[in-house]
């Protein structure tokens, strides 16, 4: 293990001096490969497209949280000049309940396509009815507010609790709960129970000295990405259509909307734009279905933008939930059972990501008896998405503060106690992986040792520890390395980058071949220039998607030396490679061929010159895991917060680009103060959102917070061969327990309740 | 309804475009001028991605309307590194990896560079405060504050 700590530059430069660990690209911190485009206005996110001939849609959205459509009159826009095309539900074909993917996140194209566009029954304030195209923005915002709509207002049920209740209103008929045998013969908002155990809690409990329990609830949050979703269609008469748009996946665009379209995959194409954000919310999809039923229409190209108010009435958001945790230790502090119970809002489709919550809430700790029940509810809220380490954020909450309470009532410094029952090489967690060499202990040990924990603290001040976990995934990647006739190299994937993974795979490429880094380029190409690769989600890409590289880039070398071996007329085994030339083993006269070299005389050794690579990465994903320390003050007069210092630790295997790494634990622990303080969404008793913009659903600004430390470090994982582990994930898990123990050990009172807004915490400190 | 003939600077370049009279600066930039590096992040002033400044002063493009800026000169994340090379606040912000998906950047580097050309000398505060008008999701302000402040060194000389 080394640790580094992210306040400086750790001496190295910016055109691969070297390593500590022994690399000589991987670890180093070049400028992005896509940064000046970036910083200088050139870049083309989702709404920068242009096409020509291209008219403008708008979308037409419910203003009640639940009603039946009784009709849609479409007269009045018709008859507005420069009306192009109008679509509803009709337009798109009817697809059945069977129409899912299975999974622990199953997906539904049922759901999906009712999402995207509704059919008899809109479900939440926002939910999209119908969609105009015409030649100009104006003019086709003028048209959707011509299109009559007429409903039958339902009651809308907005709350977990509220929905679970026998009387009711129901979302669907047709929502059976699944996980309860046998299956109900009755209708209810309850889509799922999940529960997942170890050995006898229940038993296990009674031998506990202590026991902490409590419940906990949190809001409704959103992804908050700054770049609305935007996309443009284009359908040509012989049926082949193109797509352009930024998500988190061009192959995920193109099989979702050939799905909710009744297309074939080979019709669509999608270019990927650079992509404004996502944090899970792009991995779905919104406007592209509508845009291409627009175009094919009006057979005119059709570019459709959400306004900010659009992505937070009918995009993402995450769950809110509550939690009720119970956690039983021995007076020394050894933790014996822990059990949580869950409840997370879906929104108005079935898959919030309570099992989720369910696997990772305990996942730190080394637990024999331990039990988790998850309960997934339907409500009249826009249909939850992925949201950064979906899930796991409102469970940990639950355990860290627990965890907080635990070491109150021991007399036990908080990380010791942790460091105790920690998780480590050959723990099995609650949903039955037993885990390999990770960091958790390391990363306790090491939140311990930083300048940070040991800072006296003032009056009315308060610090918080918590731990996270997440998984990290593989999945299916492709990779392409092209070398160019200098030698230059172009490493083509299909994994959009939302926070610099060019770099990354331009840092391992040049690993592999020797090549310094500026002389790799790398890009994210479109759905017909590379082979499929799923989207990037699951903290997946550095080190699925790294792999595929590494791969491709070995694939070239071996082609490379295939042409030495010719040009020398030497066996193939004659022939290795090192530091980015071909040289001939046992024969040192014969001088080495560097890349450029060989691909100088490509023409005359067969050709061009790649290596390419397709993968399916199941296993050797390493789990993350991080500790994060926040220190508050509280005003008692006013409750406001003031955060003074924030430090994330993270087991974040090989940091491949360390600044980039050391990004993502900074970003994680904003959004997750933010979730902690400030966001939720706010709605009416009849269900419309009252916060649709950045002024009062308020993301933290650069006044709100400190510089955010952060200590990186580094158990290389044995799954890849640089020991990369996926880090974009867990350091949004950490946050919420972390902030809140903060809060509460600064007022002396437990804080049950986020978002902690000023007035709840006055409320706390008042009670007495 | 009509348009009306609006002449500006743009970028120290004359620039004469036909806009509504509800079309606002922001769209009158990227639809009618092809200029797409200023962007859009909320249409209400609240998240600063449209930052522009407005014979020297620092405004969101999306709270004002094309027709106001006759007369005017207006400086976009065009204008700023046009040369060969990058402004010092373009060179730290990368050097810094002071973005994560770029789409507040633009915004960010208006606003940074329009703050040190009124205070060479900031301190890490006054940067926030000056820069709590834009928002970013990605990096928890960290690396932004510490590329600008990097840059006003640099700049000091």
Avoid at chain 1, 286 to 305: H, Q
Avoid at chain 1, 391 to 401: D, H, K, M, Q, T
Avoid at chain 2, 83 to 112: D, K, M
């Amino acid at each position: 293990m080394t640790l580094q700590n992210g306040n400086g530059h750790n001496g190295n430069g910016h055109n691969g001096s070297g390593t500590s660990n022994g690399y000589k690209y991987v670890g180093t911190r070049p400028v992005r490969p896509d940064g000046v485009d970036k910083v200088t206005g050139r870049a083309n996110f989702g709404a920068d497209i242009s096409l020509n001939g291209m008219i403008y849609g708008s979308v037409v959205r419910s203003p009640h949280a639940h009603a039946k459509i009784k009709k849609i009159n479409f007269d009045k826009a018709l008859k507005l000049k420069g009306v192009k095309a109008v679509i509803s539900g009709k337009d798109f074909p009817t697809l059945k309940p069977s129409d899912k993917l299975p999974g622990v996140a199953p997906l539904s194209f049922y759901d999906m396509s009712r999402n995207v566009i509704a059919r008899d029954k809109v479900l939440y304030d926002g939910h999209a009815i119908a969609a105009v195209a015409a030649t100009t923005q104006a003019i086709a915002d003028k048209a959707a507010k011509l299109i009559d709509v007429e409903y039958k207002i339902l009651k809308p049920v907005m709350t977990a609790a509220d929905a679970m209740k026998e009387k009711a209103p129901l979302l669907h008929d047709d929502l059976f709960t699944e996980g309860v045998d046998p299956t109900p013969k009755k209708a209810s908002n309850i889509a799922k129970r999940t529960e997942l155990k170890l050995g006898d809690p229940e038993v296990a409990m009674q031998s506990a000295d202590f026991i902490v329990e409590g419940d906990y609830s949190t809001e409704t949050v959103h992804q908050g990405y700054i770049e609305p979703h935007a996309c443009a269609a284009n359908f040509a008469q012989d049926g082949s259509v193109s797509i352009w748009a930024s998500s988190q996946g061009a192959f995920m665009i193109r099989a979702y909307t050939a799905r909710l379209c009744g297309m074939s995959t080979s019709k669509i194409k999608v270019i990927p734009a650079e992509i404004g954000g996502g944090f899970g919310g792009k991995t779905t999809i919104y406007l592209e279905p509508l845009a291409l039923m627009l175009a094919k229409k009006s057979g005119r190209p059709v570019k459709m933008t959400m306004s900010r108010t659009e992505v937070m009435r009918a995009t993402g958001p995450t769950s809110g939930g509550t939690a009720h945790v119970k956690i039983g230790a021995k007076k020394d502090g050894t933790l014996v059972a822990g059990t949580l119970e869950l409840k997370y809002e879906a929104g108005a489709f079935p898959g919030s990501p309570v099992a989720l919550g369910c696997m990772t809430g305990f996942a730190p700790y080394d637990l024999k008896d331990v039990a988790c029940l998850g309960w997934d509810v339907v409500v009249n809220r826009p249909k939850a998405a992925a949201y950064r380490a979906p899930g796991a954020p409102v469970a940990a909450y639950a355990v860290e503060s627990a965890m907080d309470e635990l070491a109150h009532k021991l007399g036990i410094d908080p990380l010791t106690l942790r460091r105790k029952n920690s998780a480590k090489e050959g723990t099995k967690a609650v949903y039955g992986v037993e885990f390999d060499r990770i960091g958790n202990e390391d990363c306790l040990q090491a939140a311990q040792k930083t300048k940070h924990y040991n800072t006296p603290l003032g009056e009315n001040q308060g610090r918080g520890v918590a731990s996270g976990f997440w998984f990290n995934i593989g999945g299916t990647s492709s990779a392409e390395v092209m070398i160019n006739e200098d030698g230059t190299v172009i490493v083509a994937t299909g994994s959009p980058d939302i926070g610099g993974s060019r770099a990354s795979m331009a840092l391992m490429a040049a690993e592999v071949l020797g090549v310094d880094v500026s002389r790799i380029k790398p890009l994210v190409a479109d759905t017909e220039s590379v082979p499929y690769s799923d989207l990037t989600g699951g903290s997946r890409v550095t080190f699925a998607t790294g792999k595929a590289v590494i791969d491709a880039a070995e694939d070239a070398i071996k082609d490379m030396k295939r042409r030495a071996a010719k040009v020398w007329k030497v066996d193939f085994d004659q022939v290795d490679w090192e530091n980015g030339s071909a040289i001939c083993i046992e024969n040192d006269e014969i001088k080495p061929m560097s890349v450029a070299d060989i691909a100088q005389i490509a023409g005359k050794t067969g050709g061009a010159i790649s290596g390419k690579a397709n993968i399916n990465v199941t296993k050797g994903a390493g789990p993350g895991f991080g500790t994060h320390i926040c220190d508050v003050e509280v005003d008692p007069e006013t409750g406001r917060v003031t955060v003074l210092r924030y430090t994330a630790i993270q087991d974040v295997g090989t940091a491949i680009h360390p600044s980039y790494v050391e990004g993502q634990l900074q970003g994680g622990a904003a959004q997750g103060i933010g979730w902690a303080l400030n966001e939720e969404y706010v709605y009416s008793k009849e269900g419309n959102l009252l916060n649709t913009g950045f002024l009062d659903y308020r993301v933290p600004v650069a006044s709100d917070l400190p510089m955010i430390d952060t200590v990186l470090v580094e158990v290389p994982n044995a799954g890849h061969p640089f020991g990369v582990r996926g880090v974009g994930e867990t350091p949004i898990v950490p946050p919420l327990g972390a902030v809140a123990n903060a809060v509460s050990n600064a007022i002396g009172k437990r804080m049950t309740s986020l978002p902690m807004s000023p007035a709840k915490i006055l409320q706390k400190i008042d009670a007495g | 309804m009509s348009k009306q003939h609006v002449t500006m600077t743009v970028n120290g370049d004359p620039v004469e475009v036909l806009c509504r009279a509800d079309q606002t600066l922001l769209d009158c930039l990227r639809d009618e001028m092809g200029l797409t590096g200023t962007k859009e992040g909320c249409s209400t002033g609240d998240c600063g991605a449209c930052s522009v400044t407005v014979d020297g002063r620092l405004v969101c493009a999306c709270l004002m309307l094309g027709v106001e800026a006759e007369g005017r000169k207006i400086e976009t994340i065009e204008g700023i590194g046009e040369s060969e090379e990058l402004h010092p606040v373009q060179r730290h912000f990368l050097e810094e990896a002071a973005l994560q998906c770029g789409i507040c950047t633009p915004g960010f580097i208006v606003a940074a560079k329009n703050l040190l050309e009124k205070n060479p000398n900031p301190t890490e505060e006054e940067v926030r405060y000056w820069l709590a008008g834009n928002l970013c999701r990605c990096t928890g302000y960290d690396k932004i504050i510490k590329a600008v402040l990097k840059a006003a060194e640099e700049m000091r000389g």
